[in-house]
């Protein structure tokens, strides 16, 4: 599920515009409210997304592409984080939210 969503993200071509962070949000955020969900691979899945988002800078003017890209995720970072936070209906972390809050706090 990981690597579709992160395929979605990387593909858009266009920055999202009618809610698609949103649901592909859901759709992890209902997967971290899971007992088995593996936060780990979440960790590592996020921050691969962090370092490829970031590679961008490093080309003055960066490309559209990246850009978007780097929107992109922003956007479904944001709306993870909301989701699991929204979602919580205990004390314990949502899973993964940690993770995604720490890479917005980079951007």
Same mark, same amino acid.
């Given at each position: 599920m990981l690597e579709a969503v *992160? !395929? !979605? %993200?990387?593909?858009a071509g266009v920055i999202f515009s009618f809610g698609e962070q949103d649901r592909l949000a859901n759709a992890l955020a209902a997967m971290a409210g899971r007992a088995d969900f593996n936060v780990t691979g979440f960790e %590592?899945?996020?921050n691969r997304m962090d370092k490829a988002d970031f590679l961008i800078w490093k080309e003055s003017p960066p490309k559209m592409? *990246?850009?978007q890209r780097f929107e992109n995720d922003?956007?479904? %970072?944001?709306?993870f984080v909301a989701r699991v936070v929204v979602g919580r209906d205990d004390e314990r972390s949502g899973g993964g939210e940690e993770a995604a809050l720490g890479r917005l706090k980079r951007r």
């Open positions: *992160g !395929r !979605r %993200l990387e593909t %590592l899945w996020v592409e *990246g850009l922003t956007y479904f %970072l944001s709306a």
